[in-house]
């Protein structure tokens, strides 16, 4: 229960103070991570019913034991005494390789880049961003996750405790410094299979001194093409790449922007998130049109806005106007709803794909749950597209 006294008026509060404050929350912050995992120490990927695993591969119940029964795929593991059998993750994904006809990316083609952003925060940027990256690895995708963000909300939602269990040399600091030249280093394994991570903690802060520091010794430093440089030798071992950048236009995320091959901005339909917009794309190309070369040369396979938070009130539906007349196809024809099943999720440092089974109602799970895996396909659509059209 919170207490009901108010804090002195003429209380004093020194940055001392403020360190105790923090490291009183960190250590709650662990403890209550601790008992969400336990007894595990670190996340664990859901599992998937019989039928689950037939409906993510496209085939039918009969085909799906046809298939059991010839003993090339993964048999599953019987649940009590019936007969009903659940699949790991791993298992599951083996069955969507092995069934699901998806274009593979060809031979010599890299993984493409897409990087969630936005000015504001509150706008279920980082959920998106992650639950986007397991949908693809649920569509057969190999996909590594940069966190960019000195928060760490992506590295918690990916199994683990930024300044807990990542130390700098973890991030994209040694990168920043100079002190590597490739993120081969950063890439940390993570509980869901095919899913890999370049996490972030408090110490990425950091790099908003570090990068104008290098620029006032040395004019002609590239800073915004850093994170490019580093990450392009990774691209071949992936599908695609989700970068979260912090609800800021900083450096890191002017690096990601431009590090990138395609641009996703979450928007909750509301007066104020739209006029963020706005705001976001003309500073980002203000910026980017006064770097050398970026003006020429910078091309994106894609750009979209999609809709998050949305309700069907009056605001929204007029706030969904504007947006539809300010970006036209740019805004996907399908929104995420809003819901209390992100809420539920998150207060487990979850997304919807982590639970094996609906936490509440099973309508509002796949109201929520379906424009995401439409998210999905549409990002998948469109990095074939981009295999099918480039060199690289």
Known sequence: MLSARLP?????????????????ATDILNQI?????????????????????????????????????????????????????EFTLEETLNWIRATKERPRRPEGKRGRIVTVANFKGGVAKTTTAVSAAQ??????????VIDCD??????????????????????????????????????????????DLIPASSSLFDAEF?????????????????????????????????IDTPPALSYLTINALLASDAILLPCPPEALDFASSTQFWH???????????????????????????????????????????????????????????????????????DLSKPDGSTAAYNRFKEPLDRLAEHLDAQFVRAWNQTEA
């Open 8 to 24: 002195e008026v003429d209380q004093s509060v020194s940055i001392e103070t403020l360190l105790g404050v923090a490291a009183q």
């Open 33 to 85: 991570r601790d008992a969400m995992l336990e007894p595990y120490p670190r996340k664990s990927a859901p599992t998937f019913t019989s039928s689950q695993v037939a409906s993510l591969c496209g085939i039918d119940k009969q085909r799906f034991q046809y298939l059991t029964t010839k003993g090339d795929l993964p048999a599953g593991t019987s649940k009590g005494a019936g007969r009903s059998k």
């Open 135 to 144: 949908a693809l690895t649920l569509l057969g995708r190999r996909v590594l």
């Open 150 to 195: 000195p928060q760490g909300t992506t590295t918690q939602l990916c199994g683990w405790a930024p300044d807990a269990e990542i130390s700098d040399d973890q991030t994209l600091l040694p990168l920043i410094y100079g002190d590597r030249e490739t993120l081969h280093y950063a890439v940390q394994e993570t509980y869901w299979h095919n899913l």
């Open 210 to 242: 570090e990068i104008p520091a290098k620029v006032l010794n040395d004019s002609t430093f590239e800073f915004w093409e850093i994170v490019r440089r580093g990450l392009m030798p990774l691209t071949d071992e992936y599908d695609a790449v989700i």
């Open 283 to 353: 500073l980002f190309a203000d910026i980017a049109k006064k770097l050398p070369g970026v003006l020429e040369q910078k091309r994106f396979d894609f750009v979209n806005v999609i809709l998050t938070k949305a309700k069907s009130d009056d605001v929204s539906r007029v706030v969904r106007g504007w947006l539809q007349k300010a970006y036209g196809d740019r805004v996907l024809p399908f929104e995420i709803p809003e819901s209390t099943v992100p809420k539920g999720a998150s207060a487990q440092l979850s997304t919807v794909y």
